[in-house]
């Protein structure tokens, strides 16, 4: 009777082992095809905490001290190796599931269970299964790992097209607002050549870029840590000047483009869906007059800027003041806070703003993302 207890009891704790690595596994593929495969931004916590863990480790080597050209040389490694890292974790976590799940079929001691999880999630072989059911389990181990591999593979040329498209603007915006970039200033140069019209095509094109970008940085979210080939170059710095652009050119310019409009609505929505991604915390429904990081010193400055330079503007300035904080506030808060996040360069009235470093936290509540600022 005794014996038959002792059976008993060694065929739960067998099945329970077996089931507890088939959710591991489960839930390690889930989150490669969160991460990988599905075509819109849901977050998964396992590449979460890997992202992380990594950060803060290259934050840990930065210092408190570090200035910023040693700091864009060590946080340009962070995207990468996150993402090798993931690899290594999902592949780690799979092994671990399978070894557990032959252990639970009869592979003892355990060295003999990571001998076979090892030998089938390589593909090497040099482990033969004991029995029909291991050698189910085996295939399926080796099938996983190859998927999980090739998943990778597909992934990355992917990422590495929205980078390109990304940066490619980025780039030429140097040719418009200077560098670093400012919206003023893409606003004088097009007035000292005497082409104004030529905006059209600007806010038609970033129009395009923000939508792109939306998709492809919640999609792909380790794409926002990415930084730029130049280290003086940042998509969020980019952003934040063509918005300026547009929203002193639809407040403050006598000779108003309507599509400026458009390039502004479609930015601070593309900005604040990558904000939610990221559980970023701001008014979702700003008031026209709500504080804004930009001074009205700094506009003043600006508006005299672009009166020295030519441009016709509104007379009223105060006028022009209140409906330029009436667009800035849709998007001040999340421009801030993720030039913060992502310790993006100097540049005017963005990444020069004070904010508190922004940290992503793994754990989350009522299954949201959650975010820590600090």
């Not at 993402?83 to 999902?90: F, K, S």
């Not at 607002?177 to 050549?193: C, K, N, T, V």
């Not at 905006?199 to 038609?204: D, E, G, V």
Request: proline content about 5%.
């Amino acid at each position: 009777m005794l014996a038959v207890r002792c059976l008993g009891v060694e065929v739960a704790v067998a099945i329970l082992v077996f089931a507890a690595g088939a959710l591991v596994v489960l839930g390690t593929v889930g989150s490669a095809v969160r991460t990988v495969v599905l075509p819109r931004g849901v977050p998964a916590r396992l590449g979460t905490a890997v992202f992380v863990v990594v950060s803060r480790l290259f934050r840990l080597r930065l210092g408190r001290s570090a200035t910023y050209e040693r700091r864009d040389a060590v946080m340009a490694g962070l995207a990468p190796t996150g993402l090798l890292a993931l690899v290594g974790v999902w592949l780690t976590i799979t092994l671990l599931g399978y070894t557990a799940m032959f252990w639970a079929l009869g592979a003892h001691p355990v060295r003999a269970a990571v001998t076979d999880s090892v030998s089938s999630l390589t593909t090497l072989g040099f482990s033969q299964p004991r029995d029909l059911p291991a050698v189910v389990l085996a295939f399926t181990e080796a099938g996983v790992g190859l998927t999980l591999l090739a998943m990778l593979i597909t992934y990355l040329p992917s990422l590495y097209s929205a980078f390109s498209r990304r940066e490619a603007a980025v780039a030429l915006l140097e040719v418009r607002a200077d560098s670093p970039p400012f919206g003023a200033s893409m606003l004088e140069r097009y007035a000292r050549i005497g082409w104004m019209g030529g905006l059209s095509a600007i806010w038609a094109q970033w129009e395009t870029w923000f939508v792109e970008v939306e998709e492809s940085h919640t999609s792909f979210s380790s794409l926002v840590f990415f930084r730029s080939p130049q280290p003086d170059h940042s998509w969020i710095t980019a952003a934040g000047a063509v918005l300026d652009a547009a929203a002193l050119s639809a407040s403050t310019l006598r000779d108003h483009d309507p599509d400026a409009n458009l390039c502004l609505r479609a930015g601070y929505v593309a900005l604040r869906r990558i904000a939610d991604f990221f559980a970023v915390p701001y008014d979702h429904d700003p008031k026209p007059d709500d504080p804004i990081s930009v001074a009205r010193e700094e506009y003043d400055e600006v508006y005299d800027r672009l009166a020295a330079a030519g441009i016709a503007l509104h007379a009223d300035r105060d006028q022009a003041w209140r409906d330029f904080v009436g667009w800035r506030v849709n998007y001040d808060v999340v421009l801030v806070t993720l030039c913060a996040l992502v310790m993006a360069p100097y540049a005017p009235w963005s990444s020069d703003r004070s904010v508190a470093s922004f940290r992503v936290r793994v754990l989350r509540r009522s299954g949201l993302r959650s975010m820590n600022g600090t």
